[in-house]
């Protein structure tokens, strides 16, 4: 069965740094693209971070682009969200998400599977 698991969550202090996880479990691990977005109640859901497991390439959103850094341990099947200098309004349930297309996309139409999201709040 095709799966992802998020971990890593939790309360931190504006300015403090948190680590996501993302465990893939089920699919070809090489050949296809995970991504990570983030949802506050009452908006849309938001893309953060993509990884394409072809060629490496990666993808941020420019709220967070020199904070967080998008990462892969194939030998673990897993995908990090490094997240540093957070700030409040980087509060949300964090979701990562599988694509069978190579491409690094933001564009959450592109993904088929999602975990279950974990909670990231930033105290100001």
């Known amino acids: 069965q095709s799966r992802l698991v998020e971990s890593g969550g939790g309360l931190v202090q504006s300015g403090g740094s948190l680590r996501l996880s993302c465990e893939v479990s089920?699919?070809?691990?090489?050949?296809?693209?995970i991504g990570w977005f983030r949802q506050v109640p009452g908006k849309e859901r938001e893309g953060v971070s993509c990884?394409?497991?072809?060629?490496?390439?990666?993808d941020y959103a420019d709220s967070v682009k020199g904070r967080f850094i998008i990462s892969s341990d194939n030998a673990k099947r897993t995908v990090y969200l490094q997240m540093n200098s957070l700030k409040p309004e980087d509060t949300g349930v964090y979701y990562c998400?599988?694509?069978?297309?190579?491409?690094?996309?933001?564009?959450?139409?592109?993904?088929?599977?999602w975990g279950q999201g974990t909670q990231v709040t930033v105290s100001s």
């Open positions: 990884i394409a497991f072809t060629d490496g390439r990666t």
């Open positions: 089920g699919f070809s691990f090489n050949y296809y693209a």
């Open positions: 998400a599988h694509s069978p297309w190579t491409m690094c996309s933001m564009d959450q139409v592109t993904y088929r599977t």
